[in-house]
């Protein structure tokens, strides 16, 4: 997202008072707000595909350092826990859940 500062910066108040307008820029240019109060930045606002890209962004970074940090541990020798052991803890969890219910 590149933003133009002349066009992207606001102030609460014009924001306020030309809600559509902005709105509308903000789903044609895909660029996110900077809303000022006072002349100092409070808040920001994105278009709502603006965020879906900003969100999936941040959950494929999320897995990427998953994954690292995955292999360094297999890398370092944890192997993690074996199979069997792994699916009775499953099963040992299940059949609480199910003596609760």
Known sequence: MKMLLEKD???LTDFARQTRKHTA???KHNRPRVLTHNGKATAVVLSV???DKLMHA???YRLDMELKAA???YDRGDR???GEIAFERIRSKA???QAKQ
Request: net charge negative; charged share 30%.
């Open 9 to 11: 910066i606001v102030s």
């Open 25 to 27: 820029e903000l789903k």
């Open 49 to 51: 595909s603006a965020f």
């Open 58 to 60: 941040a959950e494929e």
């Open 71 to 73: 292999l360094e541990a």
């Open 80 to 82: 993690g826990t074996p």
């Open 95 to 97: 059949n609480l859940r």
